[in-house]
Nanobody, 123 residues
Framework: VQLQASGGGLVQAGGSLRLSCAASSRTASNNGMGWFRQAPGKERDFVAAIGWNGGNTVYADSVKDRFTISRGYASTTMSLQMNGLTPEDTAVYYC?????????????????WGQGTLVTVSS
């Protein structure tokens, strides 16, 4: 499964961005999906995940109440609405497809990864 992430860009602190991810195969509709991010010099960290049916959402503590992950029922596309952005949110954001029907906080539970989209938040 190939994934295409889009929507990144430069935004001022306090602003918003909406990331999108599209999977190339219908098989992804049966799997959970997730977002991770990697800041320069740091590991790739979990951001949010969602189940195959648009439920079972999970968030990292650092983004909870600011970010919202969504997808339609059995959809191959997924979005991440990011509000209240801070410079600490600056990173390359990656979308991924999980090996199971629900998403996960663990990178090892994901089998396909997109190329990433850069989000830069200026202070």
């Amino acid at each position: 499964v190939q994934l295409q992430a889009s929507g990144g860009g430069l935004v001022q602190a306090g602003g918003s961005l909406r990331l999108s991810c599209a999977a190339s195969s219908r098989t992804a509709s049966n799997n959970g999906m997730g977002w991770f991010r990697q800041a320069p010099g740091k590991e790739r960290d979990f951001v949010a995940a969602i189940g195959w049916n648009g439920g079972n959402t999970v968030y990292a503590d650092s983004v909870k109440d600011r970010f919202t992950i969504s997808r339609g029922y059995a959809s191959t596309t997924m979005s991440l609405q990011m509000n209240g952005l801070t410079p600490e949110d600056t990173a390359v954001y990656y979308c991924a497809v999980a090996r199971r029907a629900v998403g996960s906080r663990s990178r090892s539970d994901y089998v396909s990864w997109g190329q990433g989209t850069l989000v830069t938040v200026s202070s």
